[in-house]
């Protein structure tokens, strides 16, 4: 039944009751992260996903494509999975997967796949319970489970366990690389970004914080004093307590920004920012796209490991003084 057809429903209600059933199926408990236990297809074939980054990504790299997905649109109202052209090559425009809206997603067009199992993130403003009218839904948390925690939920929901040994073992020898390549321990690293004229300090950045925790780096105490999990928004004055032998700055190429605009918002932060750090007076300030340090992604892990060992191992840098 197509989308425009619900959309003429007089209501919510009226457009779940009637939403086609789903073909009986064998079906098996899950705990989600909202504390429901949930019966759940054992082999779920028509997977709604309503977050593109923590969710359609990580299915994508897990061999696994949703017929729907939650994604962003551009300012000419094209709809996009954020990141996936770079991190999978999977989109909706070269791939069935369908566009069931951003934030809230559009509970029709999702009603209008018939899914047999959904799944969203707390982040996702669709009403739960209209969803779980749909079909049966998992509430996966990635703030709680971390980036790459979510691999774990959704190989376990989708039995792509194998895939993911795949995936790790591939980034257990990506990492044991850099610690060949590079004396981790004695090289300071850090994250930094430029927002509304405060720096941005997270305690692991994404990925790019995965991969430089996981090979050994250290980084600033005031970094340290962050709660796992978390970032805090500072003042200009907190930039020296940021600094570190190399500093890495993110742009968003999703929305067509270039390493110039990285530099501008941290201007924003402190005129002149750049004789207040170490790492860019030596020109051992590193910045990278955001697509690829941020995404729950073992493609972008891998894409991090090399960017490390390119621009770390092999080379005389001046270290800065404690």
Known sequence: ???????????????????????????????????????????????????????????LELGVTPVGSHGRTTAEGEPFIRSSDVLTGVDFDNSEI??????????????ALEPDLILTTPWQTAPLEQLDAIAPTI?????????????????????????????????????????????????????????????????TYGALGKVLRDAGFAFPDRVEAIAEGQF??????????????????????????????????????????????HACRENQMIIVPREEASASSYYGLGVLSYMVISHISGRDFVARAD
């Open 1 to 59: 039944m197509p989308v425009t057809h619900f959309r003429a429903l007089a209501s919510v209600p009226l457009l779940l009751a009637l939403a086609f059933p789903v073909a009986a199926q064998d079906t098996r408990p899950f705990t989600d992260d909202a504390g429901r236990t949930v019966e759940i297809p054992v082999e779920p074939l028509r997977i709604v996903s309503l977050q593109d980054l923590a969710i359609t990504v990580p299915l």
């Open 98 to 111: 369908r566009f069931v809206g951003n934030l809230p997603a559009d509970v029709e067009a999702v009603a």
């Open 139 to 203: 509430v996966l948390d990635d703030s709680e489970r971390g980036d790459l925690g979510m691999h774990d939920a959704l190989a376990e929901i989708t039995g792509t366990q194998d895939r993911l040994a795949v995936l790790k073992a591939r980034y257990e020898g990506q990492i044991a690389q850099i610690q060949r390549l590079v004396d981790t321990a004695n090289v300071s690293v850090n994250v930094i970004q430029g927002v509304n004229g405060e720096v941005l300090s997270w305690h």
């Open 232 to 277: 805090e928004r500072m003042s200009a004055e907190a930039l020296p307590e940021l600094d570190a032998d190399f500093v890495f700055v993110t742009y968003r190429t999703d929305t067509l920004e270039t390493p110039t605009d990285a530099v501008k918002y941290l201007e924003e932060v402190m005129p002149g920012f750049c004789d207040f750090l």
